[in-house]
């Protein structure tokens, strides 16, 4: 049994900043992937950022150079700061949770979700 919920969207001006938090809890295999998705009306969720719990990281090229992701694994807590914002960040953002167990199957968990808004 795996939840995760996000915290800190909102509204926000053209070229300000946002920090969304996700923390999850339950049984989570400590080799895994921890990411940041979005869905804008309209359109496919997309990645935004993801990091392993290995250290390594991945961002979408729309958000490179302005968006950090950061997770703390005693936690297990992912975070993205998100600077520099555009009105085309605007979505609902979803963290998520990956992995491959002892027994090779894969488990996928999602949390509910928070809303970015970003004005002109």
């Known amino acids: 049994q795996v939840q995760l919920v996000e915290s800190g969207g909102g509204f926000v001006q053209a070229g300000g900043s946002l920090r969304l938090s996700c923390a999850a809890s339950g049984s989570i295999f400590s080799r895994n992937v921890m990411g940041w998705y979005r869905q804008a009306p309209g359109k496919q969720r997309e990645l935004v950022a993801a990091?392993?719990?290995?250290?390594?990281?991945n961002y979408a090229d729309s958000v490179k150079g302005r968006f950090t992701i950061s997770r703390d694994n005693a936690k297990n807590t992912v975070y993205l700061q998100m600077n520099s914002l555009k009105p085309e960040d605007t979505a609902v953002y979803y963290c998520?949770?990956?992995?491959?167990?002892?027994?090779?199957?894969?488990?996928?968990?999602w949390g509910q979700g928070t809303q970015v808004t970003v004005s002109s």
């Open positions: 990091c392993t719990s290995w250290g390594s990281t």
């Open positions: 998520n949770v990956d992995w491959v167990d002892d027994t090779e199957r894969y488990r996928n968990y």
